[in-house]
């Protein structure tokens, strides 16, 4: 074999080598698709926050802060006696030298934030770390905060306002979905916390066309995850979605978890603080085209501390598996509307006013369909079932937690009988 020849052999066996890793499989990823940062009410430089995903494991990000795509150039002024100036400084003494574009005033100072290319270009990797351009599009209906986030997208998107909070939703929704259309490029849109301020209910939420996602847990401390004793809270809100959505024709709406992190300075339960809810993604390669169509797909759960081994649907047997952690009990359920199932709500009004407060839906809805202590379990999916989901509690209360009561948990995506992954 002479020089050249075995040159080749070697690049032939560096092509087998890629051919044999891509057959691998698709792996999981994690992420956050909701955070905020000085660009509009977060406490901390994007920089930061982004760095702070990286040192703790994740593989994507979406900085979505509200109705700015990070684009302009934009001067923060700090008073050097403002709580913000020790933010300053840190963010002064950890970034590269004559990366800070800084001025000194008289008592004061400004500083320049950087822009989505700017700091974005400095965390994008593709072997490790993938950044997605994002907006939480904010809007209201008669005070009521309706927010919806787009991530993917390359231009600020406007919020369109309506005449309903459905009609708000949808004007949004649209006008998300149309700038992936017109650039053709794959976005991603997503209701944000619909129990912020009781703002959007289960059945206005139900009646959205092209939005497939809504997040079950945020990790904002003002969002009502739970309900109270009149309201459903978000899981309930989902069962309610599905149970609606799939009788009038609509696919199912997936869960995601999100951060929606606001306060980097100080970790509190009355902060709106990271690392307490993410998306664990199971994809083919770490670009957003792939992590997105994955979710499209249902291939990921939203997690609040529990991480899965496997998640499978033959279209028959929903089977879930943890990664068990030594010393820590698990305990999986399967939820679920049985396809006969009527929805037919009860409608709950204010004594006083008699004005609508929410839906009482019956406990069919999704009804626990099978309860499991381990770390496995497997349902069978029949055409009894109209969809069916999964959650995975762990007996350990949230590492930053909102209560002290907040187990740590896993929320699998719907699925219908015989429709296989
Ligand atoms: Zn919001
Ligand atoms: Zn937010």
Redesign the pocket.
Same mark, same amino acid.
């Given at each position: 074999m002479n020089r050249f020849s075995s040159v080749w052999l070697i690049i032939l066996l560096l092509l087998a080598g890629c051919q044999f890793g891509s057959d691998a499989g698709p792996s999981w990823f994690k992420g956050n698709l909701?955070? =905020?940062t000085l660009w509009s009410d977060g406490d901390d430089f994007p920089e930061q926050v982004a760095a702070w995903y990286v040192d703790n494991g994740y593989s994507f990000l979406a900085i979505?802060d509200?109705n700015t795509i990070a684009e302009s150039e934009r001067w923060l002024t700090i008073p050097e006696d403002h709580p913000r100036f020790r933010v300053f400084e840190r963010y002064l003494a950890t970034s590269p030298e004559e990366w800070v574009e800084w001025e000194q005033g008289v008592d004061t100072i400004r500083v320049r934030l950087k822009t989505w290319e700017e700091y974005s270009e400095v965390f994008q990797d593709p072997d490790s770390f993938l950044m997605m351009r994002a907006e939480?599009v904010t809007d209201q209906f008669e005070g009521k905060p309706i =927010?919806v986030?787009a991530t993917n997208i390359v231009e600020y998107i406007e919020p369109k306002g309506g005449g309903s909070v459905v009609e708000v939703m949808q004007n949004n929704v649209d006008a998300i979905l149309s700038q992936g259309e017109r650039l053709q490029r794959r976005v991603m849109l997503h209701i944000?916390?619909p129990n912020f301020i009781w703002s959007i209910r289960a059945d206005e939420l139900a009646q959205l066309d092209g939005e497939r996602f809504f997040e079950v847990f945020n990790g904002?401390p003002a969002v009502f995850n739970y309900g109270d004793s009149l309201r459903q809270g978000t899981e309930k809100m989902w069962d309610v979605v599905n149970t609606i959505r799939l009788r009038d024709g609509r696919p199912l709406m997936f869960g995601i978890g999100t951060d929606?992190a606001?306060h980097y300075q100080e970790i509190a339960p009355s902060r709106a603080n990271v690392g307490r809810g993410w998306v664990m993604v199971r994809a083919g390669a770490l670009t957003s085209d792939a992590v997105l169509a994955a979710m499209d797909d249902g291939q990921f759960y939203a997690s609040s501390g529990v991480t899965l081994q496997d998640v499978s649907f033959d279209g028959r047997r929903y089977h879930v598996s943890v990664e068990p952690k030594e010393g820590i009990s698990y305990t999986i359920e399967f939820f679920g509307t049985n396809s006969d199932h009527d929805p037919a709500p009860v409608a709950i009004k204010d004594p006083d006013s008699g004005e609508l407060i929410s839906y009482r839906y019956s406990e069919d809805v999704g009804r626990l369909l099978q309860q499991t202590s381990g770390a496995e379990a497997s349902f069978e999916v029949t055409v009894e079932h109209l969809f069916v989901r999964a959650r995975v509690t762990s007996d350990q209360v949230m590492e930053f937690p909102v209560s002290e009561l907040e187990l740590q948990r896993a929320w699998t995506q719907p699925v219908q009988p015989g429709q296989a992954w």
């Amino acid at each position: 074999m002479n020089r050249f020849s075995s040159v080749w052999l070697i690049i032939l066996l560096l092509l087998a080598g890629c051919q044999f890793g891509s057959d691998a499989g698709p792996s999981w990823f994690k992420g956050n698709l909701h955070t =905020h940062t000085l660009w509009s009410d977060g406490d901390d430089f994007p920089e930061q926050v982004a760095a702070w995903y990286v040192d703790n494991g994740y593989s994507f990000l979406a900085i979505s802060d509200h109705n700015t795509i990070a684009e302009s150039e934009r001067w923060l002024t700090i008073p050097e006696d403002h709580p913000r100036f020790r933010v300053f400084e840190r963010y002064l003494a950890t970034s590269p030298e004559e990366w800070v574009e800084w001025e000194q005033g008289v008592d004061t100072i400004r500083v320049r934030l950087k822009t989505w290319e700017e700091y974005s270009e400095v965390f994008q990797d593709p072997d490790s770390f993938l950044m997605m351009r994002a907006e939480e599009v904010t809007d209201q209906f008669e005070g009521k905060p309706i =927010h919806v986030n787009a991530t993917n997208i390359v231009e600020y998107i406007e919020p369109k306002g309506g005449g309903s909070v459905v009609e708000v939703m949808q004007n949004n929704v649209d006008a998300i979905l149309s700038q992936g259309e017109r650039l053709q490029r794959r976005v991603m849109l997503h209701i944000n916390h619909p129990n912020f301020i009781w703002s959007i209910r289960a059945d206005e939420l139900a009646q959205l066309d092209g939005e497939r996602f809504f997040e079950v847990f945020n990790g904002h401390p003002a969002v009502f995850n739970y309900g109270d004793s009149l309201r459903q809270g978000t899981e309930k809100m989902w069962d309610v979605v599905n149970t609606i959505r799939l009788r009038d024709g609509r696919p199912l709406m997936f869960g995601i978890g999100t951060d929606d992190a606001h306060h980097y300075q100080e970790i509190a339960p009355s902060r709106a603080n990271v690392g307490r809810g993410w998306v664990m993604v199971r994809a083919g390669a770490l670009t957003s085209d792939a992590v997105l169509a994955a979710m499209d797909d249902g291939q990921f759960y939203a997690s609040s501390g529990v991480t899965l081994q496997d998640v499978s649907f033959d279209g028959r047997r929903y089977h879930v598996s943890v990664e068990p952690k030594e010393g820590i009990s698990y305990t999986i359920e399967f939820f679920g509307t049985n396809s006969d199932h009527d929805p037919a709500p009860v409608a709950i009004k204010d004594p006083d006013s008699g004005e609508l407060i929410s839906y009482r839906y019956s406990e069919d809805v999704g009804r626990l369909l099978q309860q499991t202590s381990g770390a496995e379990a497997s349902f069978e999916v029949t055409v009894e079932h109209l969809f069916v989901r999964a959650r995975v509690t762990s007996d350990q209360v949230m590492e930053f937690p909102v209560s002290e009561l907040e187990l740590q948990r896993a929320w699998t995506q719907p699925v219908q009988p015989g429709q296989a992954w």
